[in-house]
């Protein structure tokens, strides 16, 4: 039973690209979550999607950033006109209703 | 605002002996903690929950201690390995549903 799984593992792009994040969760799982984590820190909080619905974006920049997990295919974090302080480790989680969130081991984004 | 803190950011242990990582909280709400072993380079592990009906879990080689009164949690590693070295970090579930707030992090370091 594969795991959560991310890709790519690392991302470089320029000051004002776009840059998608993908993530595949566990299978039978239907929760997933994003977390942005910047070196020496904790991981934080930035939406939590169910298959076609964001259910809380609150920990989500309001401008630049967003996110889907469609019906069919991964979850996608896209975060557009990138700018330098974007540049962090992206994970994304995934479970069952009232379960542990198994965590991927994420995207290393670099921006230019 | 309301968040999970650890009191220690580096922790040296000699392999072999027993290793206490402590954890403050201040979300009296919080009912579900979690502890999480991130390796260099990877996603967070989970290892060891526990609800606030409990006051102990025991895992393998772990457990987990949970005081309401004071709002503090550790984790204890039994007969600590090199692979155990990592960062640990607590985290919180407030009610409702599985938006994990994460503390900041506490590096173990094994003494070979």
């Known amino acids: 039973n594969a795991g959560v799984m991310q890709n790519p593992r690392h991302l470089v792009r320029r000051r004002g690209q776009e840059a998608r994040l993908r993530c595949s969760p566990m299978?039978?799982?239907?929760?997933v979550y994003w977390y942005r984590q910047l070196p020496e820190e904790g991981l934080k909080f930035m939406v939590y999607?169910?298959?076609?619905?964001?259910?809380?974006e609150s920990g989500m920049p309001k401008e630049r950033f967003s996110a889907e997990f469609p019906k069919e295919g991964p979850s996608i974090l896209r975060i557009q006109q990138v700018v330098r302080g974007d540049s962090a480790a992206y994970f994304c989680?995934?479970?069952?209703?009232?379960?542990?969130?198994?965590f991927g081991d994420g995207t290393r984004l670099s921006i230019l | 605002g309301e968040s999970v803190g650890l009191h220690l950011p580096t922790l040296s242990v000699q392999e072999g002996d027993n290793s206490i990582i402590n954890c403050a909280y201040s979300?009296?709400?919080?009912?579900?903690f979690i502890w999480y072993k991130q390796e260099s380079g990877k996603g967070p592990q989970f290892i060891i929950d526990?609800?606030?009906?409990?006051d102990k879990r025991q895992g393998q080689r772990v457990t987990v201690l949970l005081n309401k009164t004071v709002k503090h949690l550790s984790l204890q590693i039994a007969a600590t390995q090199p692979g155990d070295s990592a960062v640990y970090f607590c985290?919180?579930?407030?009610?409702?549903?599985?938006?994990?707030?994460f503390g900041i992090g506490t590096k173990l370091q094994v003494i070979p």
């Open positions: 985290a919180e579930n407030p009610g409702g549903y599985q938006k994990v707030t």
């Open positions: 999607l169910q298959k076609e619905n964001i259910i809380d």
């Open positions: 526990i609800r606030s009906n409990m």
């Open positions: 989680a995934s479970s069952p209703r009232n379960q542990p969130q198994h």
């Open positions: 979300n009296s709400a919080s009912d579900y």
């Open positions: 299978k039978g799982h239907s929760h």
